[in-house]
Nanobody, 123 residues
Framework: QVQVVESGGGLVQAGGSLRLSCAASGSIFSINAMAWYRQAPGKQRELVAS???????NYADSVKGRFTISRDNAKNTVYLQMNNLKPEDTAVYYCNADLYITIFSLRRRSEVWGQGTLVTIST
C-alpha cells in the first residue's frame, strides 16, 4: 500500500506565497518522478511542475519564474514553492508520484495520486 499526502494549501491574497508539500509513504522501492497538477473549477487537470529522480524539472509556461519544485529524496517528499500568486492560480492541487513499489518481494511500477489540496487566491 502506497499513498501520497499533500499539505500546505489555503487562502492567500494575490501577490502572496504558499508552499505545498507532498509526502509519499508505503512499500516504496524507488521514485522515478513526482509532479504537481492542478484543476480549476470547470477546467481540465493540468500539469504544473514535475521533477525527476535526477532533479530535472519541468514547468507549465503559466508558472515559470513564479513556482519552484524541489524534492527531498530521503523523505520521499516533493515541494512546490509558489510565489507571486495570481487569482488564476486558484485550483485544487494534486500530487502525483511515478514510482516502483514492492509487493511480496516483487517490484512493480505504479502511479499514485494524492487527494488534493485547495489553493485559493483572493484579489
Amino acid at each position: 500500500q502506497v499513498q501520497v499526502v499533500e499539505s500546505g494549501g489555503g487562502l492567500v491574497q494575490a501577490g502572496g506565497s504558499l508552499r505545498l508539500s507532498c509526502a509519499a509513504s508505503g512499500s516504496i522501492f524507488s521514485i522515478n518522478a513526482m509532479a504537481w497538477y492542478r484543476q480549476a473549477p470547470g477546467k481540465q487537470r493540468e500539469l504544473v511542475a514535475s521533477i525527476t529522480s535526477d532533479d530535472t524539472t519541468n514547468y507549465a509556461d503559466s508558472v515559470k519564474g513564479r513556482f519552484t519544485i524541489s524534492r527531498d529524496n530521503a523523505k520521499n517528499t516533493v515541494y512546490l514553492q509558489m510565489n507571486n500568486l495570481k487569482p488564476e492560480d486558484t485550483a485544487v492541487y494534486y500530487c502525483n508520484a511515478d514510482l516502483y513499489i514492492t509487493i511480496f518481494s516483487l517490484r512493480r511500477r505504479s502511479e499514485v495520486w494524492g487527494q488534493g489540496t485547495l489553493v485559493t487566491i483572493s484579489t
